[in-house]
């Protein structure tokens, strides 16, 4: 089990998603010397859960392809293949992203038509929710990568967002039809002409994305993570400047306490551990990824996120629409092997 | 005059920064008979004015090769003659921003060694300001581009945030050395081995912007852009919660009543106006573009900038650095000319 604060967040993740899905049933793999003595003090969730004893695990530091070579005995690789084998639904990793997306796609491979599995989380709106992807998996994206990750992403927003027909848009410097890389202007073109049953509103911009204009923002992995990042960290700048500002004087200090509930509101609405999980989509299973620096509500968001998925029609209804693309079948590889070298560079740290 | 609100807010804006630059003279281009009733309204602003009348000006929509082409009685297009012909030190526009761009190339060529110009902006952070660029100049950069940025962006904060060794950082999906596309780790070879004397940090992620961990950020323009929008996005999106959580009840209503004085601060600490003024920089001529959906507050920020920088010795800095680069000779065109059809899809609305 990887991730900072493993496994104890692990387990008290799980104990926290029980309340809500009472009937789910976990395999947790890791080292039982660890997980026994917590198993001990959440008796509940020792009741739904089956340890499978590792003492190896995948180390932030490692490189991905290093982890794909001599990882098979590590926690990260045997939750990866529960999923391929049949045995579990979903896998949820708080550990190494890369080497996470190294192994998801050698093991599980990618689904007929895609080359690269893309990373989704859900970003907290005025609206609501929306989904943006790729926050990291891929840094360079052609038109055919981005239109599948809006087909992807429109998948993912029916099963989590609950839509049956979400708006799609494209992150994008401008609104008009001219800007942008040919990629994107492409991938505009392709989605115009050759998906027509998608609601596909064009291109958004960054400012976009907090109002909730698209339900789904489609970006390369590169633009989408710095986009992420960038939110998180104006996010905590606000919160920063707000809480300075308050305490600088008495009356700031008064007004705070008498509307401290409205404050804790405000947090809560703020929290990105509401937000937590980025999830491979493209891939023949499920895999979460999860904060490495997240605590038990933030991996439980997570779990929430996987089961989601695994109880709906995601991959039935993506292979559906990936299928309907012409273009998928002549030109693509099925099931591309990640190439090392290549692999210990492109995925993001979430 | 363009810009939404011009030309209003351009002799308010005027006015405003009078009281700080008493020194200063304008040339205000427009339509005269527009603007002797707003001088009559400003009678210090009439009284270091010239008017130069036109009543042709860019458009927002127009595209930038058309504007280059057909717009030499435009008022735009002779602001930016003033500085080429040394009647005026600086060119400020709230218009159209790839006009402003397209013409600023033609008629001010770049620097020697330089391929592009960047636009480059204050962004506030929780230790300051920082400087940020490209801002949406460039959607694609060579290594050889982010390189010059690093230079011309050190240059400006040398000038505009008073630092003799600013520190400089690469927009990056992660830290490492291996993280980032070919031409970002190439950027930061270079930066390494040939600009020793440059504080040169590293790269930096989409949360580092906002807390000032480089006072200078380099990126391509299409994530500069994206960053920015998303911070500005994120930044009223934390408002627009705030506001509502604090409306919802009676004792927030009271506490923010009586903690008026810090979230005026907060409020004041925030806006976008006081960092107002994309700076374009590696041209033979100063440029600098306002936002166009500002007012008098705002442009008065962007004069500010303006004055600052023409008061300064960056053309001469910047020049020196450059040519240190013993790789810009060699192997740069001078004062490339744009190219009418990708200029129209190149530049992003500030």
């Known amino acids: 089990m990887g991730g900072d604060y493993a496994p104890d967040i692990v387990v008290a993740g799980v104990d926290r998603t029980l309340v809500k899905y009472p009937n789910v049933r976990f395999l947790l793999f890791g ?31 490692d490189k991905p392809s ?4 001599r990882g098979r005995k590590t926690s990260m690789w045997m939750t990866v293949d529960a999923v391929r084998q049949g045995n579990a639904d979903a896998a949820v990793s708080a550990g190494n992203t890369g ?21 989704a989380g859900l970003w907290p709106t005025t609206r609501g929710e929306s ?22 992403g429109e998948s993912f927003a029916r099963v989590e ?26 991938a505009a073109r392709i989605l115009r002409e050759n998906v027509p049953e998608m609601n596909f509103i064009g291109f ?14 489609v970006a390369d992995g590169f633009s989408g993570n710095i986009a992420l990042k960038t939110a998180e960290g104006t996010a905590r700048q606000f919160a920063d400047y707000l809480r300075s500002a308050l305490g600088r004087t008495i009356w700031g200090r008064l007004g705070a306490f008498i509307a401290q509930g409205a404050f804790k509101a405000l947090k809560m609405k703020m929290d990105p551990r509401s937000a937590n999980g980025g999830v491979f ?30 109880s709906s029609d995601f991959a039935a209804r993506a292979h559906e629409r990936l299928a309907a693309l012409a273009f998928h079948e002549a030109e693509r590889p099925v099931g591309e092997m990640p190439t090392p070298g290549t692999d210990d560079i492109q995925v993001a740290e979430l």
């Open 31 to 61: 080292d039982q010397a660890k997980l026994q003595p917590l198993l001990a003090q959440y008796p509940k969730v020792a009741e739904v859960s089956e340890v499978v004893h590792t003492d190896q695990a995948v180390a932030m530091s």
């Open 66 to 69: 290093e982890a794909v070579r």
């Open 99 to 119: 080497a996470l997306m190294a192994m998801a796609k050698v093991q599980l491979k990618t689904m007929p038509g895609i080359s690269r599995p893309a990373i």
């Open 131 to 152: 989904i943006v992807l790729d926050l990291g998996a891929n840094l360079e994206c052609d038109e055919k990568q981005l239109v599948d990750f809006a087909i992807l």
């Open 161 to 186: 967002l609950g839509l049956e027909k979400p708006t799609v848009g494209l992150l994008n410097i401008g609104e008009e039809e001219l800007k942008g890389h040919d990629e994107i202007r492409e």
């Open 204 to 217: 958004v911009e960054g400012n976009d994305i907090g109002t909730g204009k698209a339900d789904v923002v």
């Open 281 to 310: 989509l493209g891939l023949n299973g499920l895999v979460v990824k999860s904060h490495g620096g997240t605590d038990a509500i933030g991996f439980a968001s997570a779990l929430e996120v996987a089961i989601d998925m695994a």
